[in-house]
């Protein structure tokens, strides 16, 4: 039986160079159209990125370089996806699109309190996609407190509630989902050319991690996380009208950079939970988290305190490692719901490490019984929606 070989990488920039770019009307590869190539054996596929004015005149581009990328590499499975980003300028751009920036048509005037909204880095069209009813961010402004945890078994219990729920790993730096939730399948495309999300404990899940593998170089950054975040959400098959979704999760990056904070601006979100773990330094970040959606106009549904105590091995009682109720008490002063706190249990870390969702083992621990209550009370405030929409830019006549 013949190996699987890995194709050349050169000699895929190559042949992709003899598909012409319509714009510059140089090479895909020279035009710098050839985005997050991954080559391996057997599979080959890449991005191309382009304005949302000029998604179809790049569409025929697109299948003329799936054509030749089937070619040259040999891959039996290959994938270019187009990316339509909206602000974005292409390939003629010198400097890569800036996703944030509102288009105000010229000549409008915006009234004062529209003005006073507008950053600079305000959304041109808040994402959601279709049929989905509420997208909702889990965050931290520090990394390691457990945010992939809590969206994983958050998504997870809101399943065992009885909600449609999807999950997003929109973490493009370190996509933990994949290991987290035991899958690492390569998600095909549908008829509609759109990706398929791979299917476990009861939630549709994509990850950035299914796309790249594991120990290719991560060269996601600023406008390409960007756009992958644009194609996680636009280019996945997430629901349909016959089938729609109620909730859909998403795991973020750690951090209030601008990265972060261009995430929180353009996905429509019902609403943000804050992850946090006790001690005096991850709370100063509970209100740099609180800070960031503020800012963003995202509605806090509540922040969990994760991590909150470790529980006496021979009586269960809690053992305060960190100090405890930190995170609480910074909730209410902030004016924001305290979700629950989530105990330490090597368990919990054990069955992250195997690829199970902790709380889909439906035991009756301490930290099964906090990831159900969270859930109910986010279900509940998303239910409720006594949630502030998120601000209009307002012309004026
Ligand atoms: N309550 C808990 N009890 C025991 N282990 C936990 C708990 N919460 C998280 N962990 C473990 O801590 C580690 C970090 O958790 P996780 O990856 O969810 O954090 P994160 O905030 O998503 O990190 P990153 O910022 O890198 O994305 C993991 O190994 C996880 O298994
Ligand atoms: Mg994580």
New binding site residues.
């Given amino acids: 039986m013949a190996e699987l070989s890995t194709p050349d990488r050169a000699a895929v920039l190559a042949a992709l160079d003899r598909v012409r770019d319509p714009k510059s009307g140089r090479g895909l590869a020279a035009a710098g159209l050839v985005q997050a190539l991954v080559v391996g054996p057997d599979r080959a596929g890449f991005m191309i990125e382009v304005a949302a004015a000029d998604a179809a005149l790049y569409a025929p581009v697109r299948d003329e370089a799936e054509a030749v990328l089937r070619k040259v590499s040999g891959a039996g499975k290959v994938q270019v996806v187009l990316t339509a980003a909206a602000g974005g300028t292409g390939a003629s751009a010198e400097r890569p699109p800036d996703p944030g920036i509102v288009r105000v048509r010229r000549g409008a005037r915006l009234s004062p309190q529209a003005q006073a909204q507008m950053s600079p880095a305000q959304p041109t069209a808040a994402l959601k996609p279709a049929n989905v009813r509420h997208v909702v961010a889990v965050a931290?402004a520090?990394?390691?407190?457990?945010?992939?945890?809590?969206?994983l078994n958050l998504a997870v219990a809101m399943a065992m509630l009885g909600r449609r729920v999807g999950l997003l790993d929109a973490?493009v730096y370190?996509p933990?989902i994949p290991r987290?939730s035991g899958l690492d399948a390569e998600p095909e495309l549908n008829a509609e050319r759109k990706l398929v999300p791979l299917e476990a404990w009861g939630l549709k899940i994509m990850s950035i991690g299914f796309l790249v593998d594991e120990g290719a170089p991560m060269i996601w950054r600023g406008p390409i996380a960007s756009s992958a975040l644009n194609q996680m959400l636009n280019d996945v098959a997430w629901a349909s009208e016959a089938a729609p979704m109620d909730v859909l999760v998403i795991?973020m990056?750690?951090g209030t950079g601008d990265v972060q904070l261009t995430l929180a601006q353009r996905v429509a979100l019902s609403g943000a939970v804050v992850?946090s773990t006790p001690q005096e330094v991850a709370l100063i970040d509970v209100r740099r988290g609180v800070a960031m959606f503020e800012k963003t106009h995202v509605p806090i549904l509540g922040v969990v305190e994760?991590?909150a105590y470790f529980p006496d091995p021979s009586t269960g009682e809690p053992i305060p490692i960190f100090g405890r109720g930190g995170a609480k008490t910074t909730a209410e002063a902030l004016g924001a719901p305290f979700l629950g706190e989530?105990?330490?249990?090597?368990a919990?870390?054990q069955a992250?490490?195997d690829g199970r969702p902790f709380v889909a083992d439906g035991g009756d621990s301490a930290?099964s019984k906090a990831f159900l209550s969270i859930a109910e009370r986010v279900l509940d405030a998303l239910d409720h929606t006594s949630l502030k929409p998120p601000p209009r830019i307002v012309f004026e006549d």
Wanted: glycine share 12%; proline share 10%; charged share 25%.
């Fill in positions: 931290s520090k990394g390691g407190v457990g945010k992939s945890t809590v969206a973490d370190g933990s987290m795991d990056p750690p992850v994760n991590m989530i105990p330490i249990e090597v919990l870390r992250c490490d930290a």
